[in-house]
């Protein structure tokens, strides 16, 4: 499974993209509406930033507007995917745009009626979104494991993301299920780094090799030899 950030901060994706596990992203417009700045610039820097597909959506409700916007969109960064909210409207534009040869990524699935009718209209992409369903005591994994079998069943190519990711458990479920990508803010991907247990590996490594001094010589001299044969 295939990880984006689900984000509009570019000081989020500076951060994170650094780690080297992203491989793409995702804005919506209430996450763009909490930045500073132009909101194009923020979708090309993301876009630079993380070398994958970035989903920026569209605003319209009627088809129209939603195809005209998307095109636009698109032609912002090629890793612009264009995010498409689910309606009879939406199924519209992102048939359309898919048939321009334009990725769409269907947001807003809840269940896999909608996510079968996402794919059908040739949606790249179906976001899926886990918490909302689970705020409304509707069981996340269990609909999220429908819409992947369904899929699997039928011989359905659109990607699965697992989208309104609130904790590690819901990406560690997403990648059971067989999601191709969930997509993440920075804040639970800071959560999936600590274990208390590597916390404390780590300090215990360090302070057993500090009881050897000479061995901090050796190792500063293997790296410097190294850099001295680069260099000559
Ligand atoms: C991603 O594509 C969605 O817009 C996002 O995951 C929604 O998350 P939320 O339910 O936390 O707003």
Redesign the pocket.
């Known amino acids: 499974m295939r990880i984006f950030i689900?984000t509009g901060s570019v000081a989020e994706v500076e951060e994170i993209a650094q780690w080297g596990v992203l491989a793409g992203a995702?804005t919506?417009p209430?996450l763009l509406a909490k930045e500073d700045g132009d909101p194009g610039e923020i979708v090309k820097r993301i876009c630079e930033l993380v070398g994958g597909p970035v989903?920026a959506e569209v605003i319209s409700d009627d088809a129209k507007g939603m195809i005209e916007e998307g095109r636009a969109l698109r032609e912002l960064h090629e890793h612009v995917t264009v995010k498409v909210p689910f309606s009879e409207a939406g199924l519209e534009a992102a048939h359309a745009l898919t048939s321009d040869g334009i990725p769409v990524n269907m947001?807003l699935v809840f269940s896999p009626s909608q996510a079968l009718l996402a794919a059908s209209a040739g949606a790249t992409y179906v976001?899926c979104?886990m918490?909302?369903l689970d705020d409304i005591s509707i069981d996340s994994v269990a609909v999220v494991g429908e819409i992947v079998e369904a899929f699997r069943a039928g011989g359905v190519t659109s990607q699965i993301i697992a989208?309104?990711?609130r904790h590690p458990e819901h990406v560690v479920a997403a990648a059971k299920l067989g999601c191709e990508i969930a997509?993440v803010p920075a804040k639970v991907l800071r959560q999936m780094l600590n274990h208390p247990l590597t916390t404390a590996g780590a300090a215990k490594f360090k302070a057993d090799w500090e009881t050897r001094p000479e061995f901090a010589e050796w190792l500063k001299g293997l790296v410097e030899a190294r850099a001295a044969a680069q260099a000559g």
């Open positions: 689900d995702t919506n209430s989903s947001t976001s979104f918490g909302r989208a309104s990711i997509t």
